[in-house]
């Protein structure tokens, strides 16, 4: 059973920075993408950013100059930098793992990130 735990959600003022961390445990195959999805309140879940096993990046355009994504392979663990915040960006931002090779999907519990003055 793979397990992704979510960490560094919070309040923040706007203009201010969060650093979410997710440890991924258990069975996971070295090919896979692991990501970050948020959900505001009446919207629909969208992808923020991903990162392949191999460290290629896809950093979603509502965040593409102010985010960014990256990995330890080692620990299983993938981060998410966010800078320079804007109300907008509240919401729960959740981990996700997709393995290739087993073709499964995995997703953390969500951590809520809110930005208010």
């Known amino acids: 059973q793979v397990q992704l735990v979510e960490s560094g959600g919070g309040l923040v003022q706007p203009g201010g920075s969060l650093r979410l961390s997710c440890a991924a445990s258990?069975?996971?195959?070295?090919?896979?993408?692991m990501g970050w999805y948020r959900q505001a309140p009446g919207k629909q879940r969208e992808l923020v950013a991903r990162?392949?096993?191999?460290?290629?990046?896809n950093v979603a355009d509502p965040a593409k100059d102010r985010f960014s994504i990256s990995r330890d392979n080692a620990k299983n663990t993938v981060y998410l930098q966010m800078n320079s915040l804007k109300p907008e960006d509240t919401a729960v931002y959740y981990c996700?793992?997709?393995?290739?090779?087993?073709?499964?999907?995995?997703w953390g519990q969500g951590t809520q990130v809110t930005v208010s003055s």
């Open positions: 996700n793992l997709l393995d290739l090779r087993r073709g499964r999907d995995y």
């Open positions: 258990g069975s996971i195959s070295s090919i896979n993408y």
């Open positions: 990162i392949t096993s191999g460290g290629a990046t």
